[in-house]
């Protein structure tokens, strides 16, 4: 009879080679770990909008989530005052502002991604097929020199800065950006600058004689990139009103000047353009059930964990939220909100204008129930509906620099030295002024 049996030699052999193999890869991913510690990942081309938790990183120029969701402010939501540009990417139109740029889902209007309005540096952008050229004017205080960096559109992040201007005699601050084919158009104060990105090259400067300007502005404005009808331009807003076209047949520019220059009309591309309304976010009360809630002309919106904003109520009418003077949004409970709006009463305002205006020309306050889909008019129904706004002008002026707050039935909105300046009753929806 044959009876094979195992050699214990060989058995603890393989068992030695398996411990042994076991250690070796744990050691070799922990080395891995300690090399690649901090450093941001430029490679993924994967799309974050699944992903929930999100940390502010300084590698991320487009934010799917809002990073420190838990201490949101109103200057984190998109505000576009002044649309400077709109960027036609098929489902998607990228928008940008004054140091802020989101996009936005053409057939639903839903905010996508967005930058954030805490990063001042920024000042202008424009794409390249998939990737987004974005200008970066520095910080003189912290050392920063300005910059142009690249973001790669399928994963908001920033993957490298520009090659090749590290070098060049122009000043890069508040520089305007604009792309036609591969060619990358950078305009500073006195300079056109044609930049190549796939030669990762400047390929040709143009000075402000180049561009035939017969004098010198005496300003210090920057010059901007415009798009018109496909063609590569160059406004100077400021002082002499230039527009300046570029001919890539000739490699030479032709100018004209203007007597006057309205700035909306060449950098106010709007979203209307592309059938959206924007929402311009005015007020946003504190959390609630992990939820807060912003105010814009068009209606209420949530902002959740997992999403940037989305609709929550619609019926507010543009008349009722300011957009130059100051509101206040708050609720409870998610179902009841007070909101107060106020129209501008600060700056150089002469007295004359408020003559004869009462105080439901300037003051909205409304309280509405989003369940039973009703608003209560608090100014209407009250005392002061017909009151001159020139008896409570000067009481109004803290408003300002004051907050909201509910304490039990009852809404204030108050200065910051405490004192109550506009009082609701949420129970007998009386208004009591300062």
Same mark, same amino acid.
């Given at each position: 009879m044959?009876?094979?049996?195992?050699n214990?030699?060989?058995?603890?052999?393989?068992?030695?080679?398996?411990?042994?193999?076991?250690?070796?890869?744990?050691?070799?991913g922990?080395?891995?770990c300690?090399?690649?510690?901090?450093k941001p990942?430029?490679t993924d081309?994967s799309?974050?909008?699944d992903?929930?938790?999100?940390?502010?990183?300084?590698?991320v120029?487009l934010?799917?989530r809002?990073?420190?969701?838990?201490?949101?402010?109103?200057?984190?939501?998109?505000?576009?005052a002044d649309?400077?540009?709109?960027?036609d990417?098929?489902d998607n139109?990228?928008?940008m502002?004054v140091n802020?740029?989101?996009?936005y889902?053409?057939?639903s209007g839903?905010?996508?991604r967005t930058?954030?309005?805490?990063?001042?540096?920024?000042?202008?952008?424009?794409?390249?097929?998939?990737?987004?050229?974005v200008?970066?004017?520095g910080?003189?205080?912290?050392?920063?020199?300005p910059?142009?960096?690249?973001?790669?559109?399928?994963?908001?992040k920033?993957?490298?800065?520009?090659?090749?201007?590290?070098?060049?005699?122009?000043?890069?601050?508040n520089?305007?950006? #604009?792309s036609?084919?591969?060619?990358?158009?950078?305009?500073?104060r006195?300079?056109?600058?044609?930049y190549d990105?796939?030669?990762?090259?400047?390929?040709?400067?143009?000075?402000?004689a180049?561009?035939?300007?017969t004098e010198?502005?005496?300003?210090?404005?920057?010059?901007?990139?415009?798009?018109?009808?496909?063609k590569?331009k160059v406004?100077?807003f400021?002082?002499?009103n230039?527009?300046?076209?570029?001919? #890539?047949?000739?490699?030479?520019w032709?100018?004209?000047?203007?007597?006057?220059l309205?700035?909306?009309?060449?950098i106010?591309k709007g979203?209307?353009?592309?059938?959206?309304?924007?929402?311009k976010?005015?007020?946003m009360?504190?959390?609630?059930n992990?939820?807060y809630y912003a105010l814009?002309?068009?209606?209420? #919106?949530?902002?959740?964990?997992?999403s940037?904003t989305?609709t929550?109520y619609e019926?507010i009418?543009?008349?009722?939220?300011s957009?130059?003077?100051i509101?206040?949004l708050?609720t409870?409970?998610?179902?009841t909100?007070?909101?107060v709006?106020?129209?501008?009463?600060w700056?150089?305002?002469?007295?004359?204008?408020?003559?004869?205006?009462?105080?439901?020309d300037?003051?909205?306050?409304?309280i509405?129930?989003t369940?039973?889909?009703t608003?209560?008019?608090?100014?209407?129904?009250?005392?002061?509906a017909?009151k001159?706004i020139?008896s409570h002008?000067?009481?109004f002026?803290p408003?300002?620099?004051?907050k909201?707050q509910?304490?039990?039935e009852?809404?204030?909105?108050?200065g910051q030295?405490?004192?109550?300046?506009i009082g609701?009753?949420l129970?007998?929806?009386?208004?009591?002024?300062?």
């Amino acid at each position: 009879m044959n009876i094979q049996t195992t050699n214990p030699r060989r058995k603890n052999i393989v068992f030695l080679v398996l411990v042994a193999s076991f250690v070796l890869t744990a050691l070799a991913g922990a080395i891995y770990c300690y090399i690649t510690r901090g450093k941001p990942d430029i490679t993924d081309t994967s799309d974050t909008r699944d992903e929930i938790t999100v940390q502010f990183d300084p590698n991320v120029f487009l934010y799917n989530r809002y990073p420190d969701f838990d201490n949101l402010k109103l200057s984190d939501l998109p505000y576009f005052a002044d649309v400077r540009a709109v960027f036609d990417r098929g489902d998607n139109i990228l928008v940008m502002g004054v140091n802020q740029l989101a996009e936005y889902n053409k057939r639903s209007g839903k905010l996508l991604r967005t930058s954030l309005q805490d990063n001042p540096d920024f000042f202008s952008a424009t794409s390249i097929g998939d990737l987004l050229y974005v200008s970066d004017n520095g910080n003189f205080f912290e050392k920063k020199q300005p910059k142009i960096y690249i973001v790669a559109m399928t994963t908001g992040k920033v993957e490298r800065e520009i090659q090749g201007l590290k070098d060049v005699p122009f000043d890069l601050t508040n520089n305007s950006l #604009y792309s036609h084919g591969n060619d990358l158009w950078i305009a500073t104060r006195d300079t056109v600058i044609k930049y190549d990105t796939v030669k990762n090259e400047v390929t040709s400067s143009y000075s402000l004689a180049d561009l035939g300007y017969t004098e010198k502005p005496t300003c210090d404005n920057p010059l901007q990139m415009i798009d018109e009808e496909g063609k590569v331009k160059v406004v100077e807003f400021a002082c002499k009103n230039f527009i300046s076209t570029y001919d #890539y047949t000739s490699d030479s520019w032709s100018t004209e000047r203007f007597d006057r220059l309205n700035p909306s009309d060449y950098i106010n591309k709007g979203a209307k353009d592309f059938g959206l309304d924007i929402p311009k976010f005015v007020a946003m009360s504190g959390k609630v059930n992990d939820t807060y809630y912003a105010l814009a002309s068009n209606g209420i #919106y949530k902002v959740t964990k997992d999403s940037l904003t989305s609709t929550f109520y619609e019926s507010i009418g543009s008349s009722d939220v300011s957009q130059d003077g100051i509101s206040f949004l708050d609720t409870k409970d998610g179902k009841t909100f007070v909101l107060v709006s106020m129209e501008s009463i600060w700056g150089p305002i002469p007295s004359s204008y408020f003559d004869g205006k009462k105080i439901s020309d300037f003051l909205t306050v409304k309280i509405i129930d989003t369940v039973a889909k009703t608003e209560i008019d608090a100014v209407a129904t009250s005392e002061y509906a017909n009151k001159d706004i020139s008896s409570h002008i000067e009481s109004f002026y803290p408003l300002e620099s004051a907050k909201g707050q509910i304490s039990g039935e009852r809404y204030s909105i108050v200065g910051q030295d405490g004192a109550e300046i506009i009082g609701i009753d949420l129970g007998t929806k009386n208004l009591s002024l300062q």
